[in-house]
């Protein structure tokens, strides 16, 4: 499975951004997809997580509320909608897919795509 992330960038406080995720190859052998950040300095941490079925959705504590996972299973793309942006949202975000659907709040993930820097200034 390759993964392309995009729609990183420079933000406003409070301002908004749309992530996407593009999966390609054995995408078949993915049943959950997941967004991750890292900033730096720190550890890379789950943002948010959905089943390819079912569409179940799994959010981190500091962007439920204000962040969106969906995905399109005909695009065979992952989207991450980001309201109410902070400065410490500010990290390189990375997609991710597994076929094992335990793993998709760890950061266990088989295939990982390049990241895309979301920047927040204040």
Do not use: H
Not at 11 to 30: E, K, M, N
Request: overall charge positive.
């Amino acid at each position: 499975v390759q993964l392309q992330a995009s729609g990183g960038g420079l933000v406003q406080a409070g301002g908004s951004l749309r992530l996407s995720c593009a999966a390609s190859g054995r995408t078949f052998s993915s049943n959950v997809m997941g967004w991750f950040r890292q900033a730096p300095g720190k550890e890379r941490e789950f943002v948010a997580g959905i089943t390819w079925s079912g569409g179940i959705t799994y959010y981190a504590n500091s962007v439920k509320g204000r962040f969106t996972i969906s995905r399109d299973n005909a695009k065979n793309m992952v989207y991450l909608q980001m309201n109410s942006l902070k400065p410490e949202d500010t990290a390189v975000y990375y997609c991710a897919a597994d076929q094992r659907r335990w793993v998709v709040d760890s950061p266990d993930y088989d295939y990982w795509g390049q990241g895309t820097q979301v920047t927040v200034s204040s």
